[in-house]
């Protein structure tokens, strides 16, 4: 199985930026779609941006376009996650997902292997 585990969640001033990362362990994998997505109390989850396996094309939510950046770097960390300008709208429960046999995808149904989340709440 696939572990994956979210960090760099916190409280942060509106206009301010925080960088999420998720870390996998378990198993080795490869040619996965990496995303983030975001659950804020009493909305549905809502896709916030992915990137293939090898990294390059990227998807953003239009939401996040321009203030968010999806990366990712290494086995450790394969995916971070930078957040700037943050918005109080931005508060939710960020969640790390990881899709095997995708090249990319905004599909939640399609991610296999979910963290637990890590909480981003701005203030204003």
């Known amino acids: 199985q696939v572990q994956l585990v979210e960090s760099g969640g916190g409280l942060v001033p509106a206009g301010g930026s925080l960088r999420l990362s998720c870390a996998a362990s378990g198993r080795t994998f490869s040619n996965y779609a990496m995303a983030w997505f975001r659950q804020a109390p009493g909305k549905e989850r809502e896709f916030v941006a992915a990137i293939p396996w090898s990294g390059g094309r990227t998807s953003y939510a239009d939401s996040v376009k321009g203030r968010f950046f999806i990366s990712r770097s290494n086995a450790k960390n394969p995916v971070y996650l930078q957040m700037n300008s943050l918005k109080p709208e931005d508060t939710a429960v960020y969640f790390c997902?990881?899709?095997?046999?995708?090249?990319?995808?905004?599909?939640?149904?399609?991610?296999?292997?979910w963290g637990q989340g890590t909480q981003v709440t701005v203030s204003s």
């Open positions: 997902a990881a899709a095997l046999g995708v090249v990319i995808t905004t599909t939640p149904n399609r991610y296999d292997f």
